[in-house]
């Protein structure tokens, strides 16, 4: 599948591995590092779980943010978080729920919504280290310099190389090598963008769950190994749908 575009609004089929690698007729350093990207892992402590055990090899792990909300466990999955030493950026849905949890809730009623059932079950050291989280940051591995954010512009993709080097130099870091790639969250679409040869957005799709357009139910993430980015689809028995995630809020609380 190497040099193969997938586009992110058409879901890959459950199971399917896709797979582009960084140019190799440049020079370059060896590759020895294996990144494990995940993100939107939305409270699914089930998923998140599956895919550490899938990728327990992994030398470093980056989430692209929404750790909690649309899902039931919220305290699990950011002590998951921390005790993995994964390195996460905020989603929106992290600040939809700081709000709720500094809000205050009516302990008297049933949770109305995902913010406010996941406020309840989170304690002040998972909030303080939700509100701790960057917004974006950038970092290298074997010659690829990489800046890692939640989104571009709401749902928007980025479609040219201008509007990459725009959104990369937001931030005045220098790359130090040709070879760049954004990794972004946010939409749940996997997909890898190529600008140029040497520069592509990277969108992990969802560890939580998966849009109700997308048919698939399969856990989504990525791997960066000896310069090839993967996308995987993992399935697993606690694999569900965005709208089976709903019903069970709805069959516990009867609200929503
Ligand atoms: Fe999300």
Known sequence: MVGTKHDSRQPLASGTK??????????????????????????????????????????VIYCTGDLVDVGFHPQEVVDRVREAGIICVQGNHDRNVIARYEAGWDADAPPMDFPDHNARRLDSAAVRFLKGLPERIHFAHDGVAYLLQHLYRGYDLIQTIMEFDGFWGETPVAAGTNRRAVLLGHTHHPGIFWMRDDTCWINPGSVGYNRPKDPSIATRYVTITDGRVRIHNLMHPHCRSRVAIGEEFQRLYRRV
């Open 18 to 59: 896709t797979e582009f690698a960084f140019p190799t007729e440049r020079p370059t350093t060896p590759f020895t590092v294996k990144i494990l990207l995940i993100s939107d892992v939305h409270s699914n402590i089930h998923a998140l779980d599956a895919v550490l055990k899938e990728e327990r090899d992994s030398d």
